[in-house]
């Protein structure tokens, strides 16, 4: 009994720690955290670098074991830039899973901003404490240990142009080792100049069904290229997240500062949007079937408690007319009560503690997967989503949450989402519990690993280097 007592008085310590981190911002890179959100799109969204979960993780760390056989092999991976966007730090969590395997990593970062950086800093030196080494992304050394590498890990589609950089009319020879690891969706990445050499290449890893069938699409269709072999890999919460979402204690914590700064009472119903303000993750669309579930409320005389809306993830500076536009329409329609903005924030896991709904509202193909939907189900939440994209391969409409329709004609639904939700607490409860038992069998971590184990097995047999381990 004193253990567990300890044990939460040291969680309640650290989740403490996290909330002044929060509400204090400026100690900026203090805590180095780690991706919460989609790494699609990352590149449109700026100074992304912020929609983050959790503190650095403590201590050594369990190794599953899904990994092991990539000991003492050599791997490169390149990531296009290093920042706290999504795309470099999963690239980073795949880092510490191969060292824990006991691979030799190199990290190479094609795009370095020409000024020293906080950012790049921190993020270096905490992958060299990790045993990852750090190199130039051009010269002599990024040649050579390419050529000697078991395996070539490029990330995201921009990463493609560090091949010619390096190799120049050579590049054939390091091609049937690179693994491509793609998480975008948006027209603009199908470029030949960008990846020309992915026919070549041993193959494409995506993190979604629909994101690969819309990779095979367009490179077809629009640069009649055909694409290499494809291996979808759903990716999977951080450990810390899962501890965060698990310890009840923290939860309560951090739900009751949360909803004490936005002024939400305990009772009161709070629906967010975790996503960069943008037209594309649906802000606006969201707040119109929120007014709307409100409309419906009032008619019907539904008995629901006091309904709140929030969205996390404002960033003035980055969408101004866009943000102007949706605080317009809250003081338009005299909502201003029950809307909250919050800006972009450091971690994620006080608000998803502190809400009782998650709304996905992203537009037109949606989401390429969509971290956070998987990061809400761990905090056995409900997830009202677009039927788009990597959401429809998380969430199981009716189960899980309630899907509806992307554009215009989902406005409706999901207003009529949010009231069955709202009125219907029993269901509310079943659906977080049914979210949360998804993520323990397919979202987790672990699970990640051993789905990219799969792939890196067969591309290492497919390359033909799994024989020779790297020469020390
Ligand atoms: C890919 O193309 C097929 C046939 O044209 C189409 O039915 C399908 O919806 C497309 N998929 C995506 C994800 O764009
Ligand atoms: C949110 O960001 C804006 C500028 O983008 C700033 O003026 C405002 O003070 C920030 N709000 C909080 C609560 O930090
Ligand atoms: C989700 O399920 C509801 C019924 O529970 C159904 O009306 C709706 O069409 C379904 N939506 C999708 C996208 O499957």
Same mark, same amino acid.
């Given at each position: 009994?004193?253990?567990?007592?300890?044990?939460?008085?040291?969680?309640?310590?650290?989740?403490?720690?996290?909330?002044?981190?929060?509400?204090?911002?400026? !100690?900026?890179?203090?805590?180095?955290?780690?991706?919460?959100?989609? @790494?699609? /799109?990352?590149?449109?969204?700026?100074?992304?670098?912020?929609?983050?979960?959790?503190?650095?993780?403590?201590?050594?760390?369990?190794?599953?074991?899904?990994? $092991?056989?990539?000991?003492?092999?050599?791997?490169?991976?390149?990531?296009?830039?290093?920042?706290?966007?999504?795309?470099?730090?999963?690239?980073?969590?795949?880092?510490?899973?191969?060292? *824990?395997?006991?691979?030799?990593?190199?990290?190479?970062?094609?795009? *370095?901003?020409?000024? @020293?950086?906080?950012?790049?800093?921190?993020?270096?030196?905490?992958?060299? /404490?990790?045993?990852?080494?750090?190199?130039?992304?051009?010269?002599?050394?990024?040649?050579?240990?390419?050529?000697?590498?078991?395996?070539?890990? =490029?990330? !995201?589609?921009?990463?493609?142009?560090?091949? $010619?950089?390096?190799?120049?009319?050579?590049?054939?020879?390091?091609?049937?080792?690179?693994?491509?690891?793609?998480?975008?969706? +948006?027209?603009?990445?199908?470029?030949?100049?960008? &990846?020309?050499?992915?026919?070549? &290449?041993?193959?494409?890893?995506?993190?979604?069904?629909?994101?690969?069938?819309?990779?095979?699409?367009?490179?077809?269709?629009?640069?009649?290229?055909?694409?290499?072999?494809?291996?979808?890999?759903?990716?999977?919460?951080?450990?810390?997240?899962?501890?965060?979402?698990?310890?009840?204690?923290?939860?309560? &914590?951090?739900?009751?500062?949360?909803?004490?700064?936005?002024?939400?009472?305990?009772? $009161?119903?709070?629906?967010?949007?975790? *996503?960069?303000?943008? +037209?594309?993750?649906?802000? /606006?669309?969201?707040?119109?079937?929120?007014?709307?579930?409100?409309?419906?409320?009032?008619?019907?005389?539904?008995?629901?408690?006091?309904?709140?809306?929030?969205?996390?993830?404002?960033?003035?500076? %980055?969408?101004?007319?866009?943000?102007?536009?949706?605080? $317009?329409?809250?003081?338009?329609?005299?909502?201003?009560?029950?809307?909250?903005? &919050?800006?972009?924030?450091?971690?994620?896991?006080?608000? =998803?503690? #502190?809400?009782?709904? =998650?709304?996905?509202?992203?537009?037109? +193909?949606?989401?390429?997967?969509?971290?956070?939907?998987?990061? %809400?189900? #761990?905090?056995?939440?409900?997830?009202?989503?677009?039927?788009?994209?990597?959401?429809?391969?998380?969430?199981?409409?009716?189960?899980?949450?309630?899907?509806?329709?992307?554009?215009?004609?989902?406005?409706?639904?999901?207003?009529?989402?949010?009231?069955?939700?709202?009125?219907?607490?029993?269901?509310?409860?079943?659906?977080?519990?049914?979210?949360?038992?998804?993520?323990?069998?397919?979202?987790?971590?672990?699970?990640? %690993?051993?789905?990219?184990?799969?792939? =890196?097995?067969?591309?290492?047999?497919?390359?033909?280097?799994?024989?020779?381990?790297?020469?020390?």
């Amino acid at each position: 009994m004193a253990k567990s007592s300890v044990t939460c008085l040291n969680f309640q310590k650290r989740w403490i720690l996290l909330l002044l981190a929060i509400f204090s911002i400026s !100690t900026g890179i203090a805590f180095i955290m780690r991706a919460a959100f989609d @790494p699609c /799109d990352f590149h449109s969204r700026s100074v992304e670098e912020v929609m983050v979960s959790i503190p650095e993780r403590r201590g050594p760390e369990k190794n599953s074991g899904f990994l $092991d056989f990539m000991k003492s092999k050599l791997i490169l991976l390149v990531s296009h830039e290093l920042s706290l966007s999504g795309g470099p730090l999963l690239l980073m969590e795949l880092a510490f899973l191969l060292r *824990n395997g006991g691979a030799q990593v190199v990290w190479i970062t094609n795009q *370095n901003p020409a000024e @020293p950086n906080e950012v790049v800093y921190s993020l270096e030196h905490r992958m060299l /404490d990790r045993g990852v080494q750090v190199i130039p992304a051009k010269g002599p050394e990024a040649l050579e240990t390419a050529l000697n590498a078991n395996l070539v890990i =490029l990330n !995201t589609a921009v990463a493609g142009k560090w091949l $010619d950089a390096v190799f120049k009319e050579g590049v054939s020879r390091v091609l049937p080792k690179v693994l491509w690891w793609i998480h975008e969706m +948006r027209g603009h990445y199908f470029k030949l100049e960008y &990846v020309k050499h992915l026919p070549f &290449v041993a193959g494409a890893m995506i993190d979604s069904h629909t994101t690969a069938e819309y990779w095979r699409n367009r490179t077809e269709q629009r640069l009649g290229i055909k694409m290499p072999q494809n291996y979808v890999v759903h990716l999977g919460n951080s450990k810390d997240l899962m501890e965060a979402a698990e310890d009840s204690v923290a939860r309560r &914590v951090l739900r009751e500062h949360v909803r004490g700064s936005l002024g939400v009472r305990n009772e $009161d119903l709070l629906f967010a949007i975790i *996503n960069s303000v943008s +037209r594309g993750k649906g802000q /606006d669309l969201f707040l119109q079937s929120f007014y709307e579930s409100l409309q419906i409320i009032q008619e019907q005389k539904l008995q629901v408690p006091s309904m709140h809306a929030v969205i996390v993830g404002s960033d003035m500076k %980055a969408q101004p007319k866009f943000e102007k536009q949706l605080h $317009d329409f809250v003081v338009e329609k005299k909502i201003q009560d029950q809307v909250h903005f &919050v800006n972009k924030s450091l971690t994620v896991a006080p608000y =998803l503690a #502190a809400i009782d709904v =998650l709304v996905q509202n992203s537009q037109a +193909r949606g989401e390429c997967f969509g971290r956070i939907t998987i990061e %809400a189900m #761990a905090f056995q939440l409900p997830v009202l989503g677009t039927a788009a994209g990597g959401t429809t391969e998380i969430v199981v409409n009716g189960s899980t949450g309630l899907l509806h329709p992307a554009g215009k004609e989902g406005v409706i639904p999901l207003a009529k989402n949010i009231v069955k939700l709202a009125t219907h607490v029993e269901r509310r409860f079943t659906m977080g519990k049914k979210g949360f038992e998804r993520v323990k069998e397919r979202f987790m971590e672990h699970h990640m %690993a051993e789905r990219i184990a799969k792939v =890196l097995k067969e591309v290492l047999k497919k390359s033909g280097t799994s024989a020779h381990s790297f020469k020390y």
